[in-house]
T-cell receptor, first 110, second 113 residues
Framework: DQQVKQNSPSLSVQEGRISILNCDYT??????FLWYKKYPAEGPTFLIS?????DKNEDGRFTVFLNKSAKHLSLHIVPSQPGDSAVYFC?????????FGKGTSLLVTP | NAGVTQTPKFQVLKTGQSMTLQCAQD?????MYWYRQDPGMGLRLIYY???????DKGEVPNGYNVSRLNKREFSLRLESAAPSQTSVYFC????????????FGSGTRLTVV
């Protein structure tokens, strides 16, 4: 049973605009959340994380928002760049390992 | 700065054959993990090792065994490969989990025919 859900398999955004990737979770015991970026034929790389005691974390062009009451988090990329085109995975910590969503493929067009 | 190294990168097996996927990290991390990635399924945990000397099952352990050989190395073994084990396998390590997450290897693409 998927505890971390990314309901949009793909997203296309124009260069310079905002990309918003969404993630929902079911387990209220998750204590922190992470976003990973994955290019083809490479392993996932850590992008940004947020503790469950916070509602926002920012790192350059990337911001993650957490809404605990809705069990929802989102990743904002502003401005989007062609190099951001990749698959983005949302993950949540279950105490011993990370639970991953199925991923959202982001395409940033020039 | 090798990070997490996986070997081999590609492998084709016949049904029933066995093989071991190797993983080594040089970051002095305590915990190591094996995930598989299938189209439309995301990353699913096979086995993990929270620390040297311990291993535990994840979400999809059937058909696999693991060995935490030492702090650096964590291997995944398929005793009798099946077509359902065709996947991309990722090894990862972490200091203690935490907000900086895991460091992943570049993956092993396994095809079982």
């Amino acid at each position: 049973d998927q505890q971390v859900k990314q309901n949009s398999p793909s997203l296309s955004v124009q260069e310079g605009r905002i990309s918003i990737l969404n993630c929902d979770y079911t387990n209220s015991m998750f204590d922190y959340f992470l976003w990973y970026k994955k290019y083809p034929a490479e392993g996932p790389t850590f992008l940004i994380s947020i503790s469950s005691i916070k509602d926002k974390n920012e790192d350059g062009r990337f911001t993650v928002f957490l809404n605990k009451s809705a069990k929802h988090l989102s990743l904002h990329i502003v401005p989007s760049q062609p190099g951001d085109s990749a698959v983005y995975f949302c993950a949540a910590n279950s105490g011993y390992a990370l639970n991953f969503g199925k991923g959202t493929s982001l395409l940033v067009t020039p | 700065n090798a990070g997490v190294t996986q070997t081999p990168k590609f492998q084709v097996l016949k049904t029933g054959q066995s093989m071991t996927l190797q993983c080594a990290q040089d970051m002095n991390h305590n915990s190591m993990y094996w995930y598989r990635q299938d189209p439309g399924m995301g990353l699913r945990l096979i086995y993990y090792s929270a620390s040297e000397g311990t291993t535990d099952k994840g979400e999809v352990p059937n058909g696999y065994n693991v060995s935490r050989l030492n702090k650096r190395e964590f291997s995944l073994r398929l005793e009798s490969a099946a077509p359902s084990q065709t996947s991309v396998y990722f090894c990862a390590s972490s200091l203690r989990g935490g907000l900086h997450g895991y460091t992943f290897g570049s993956g092993t693409r396994l095809t079982v025919v």
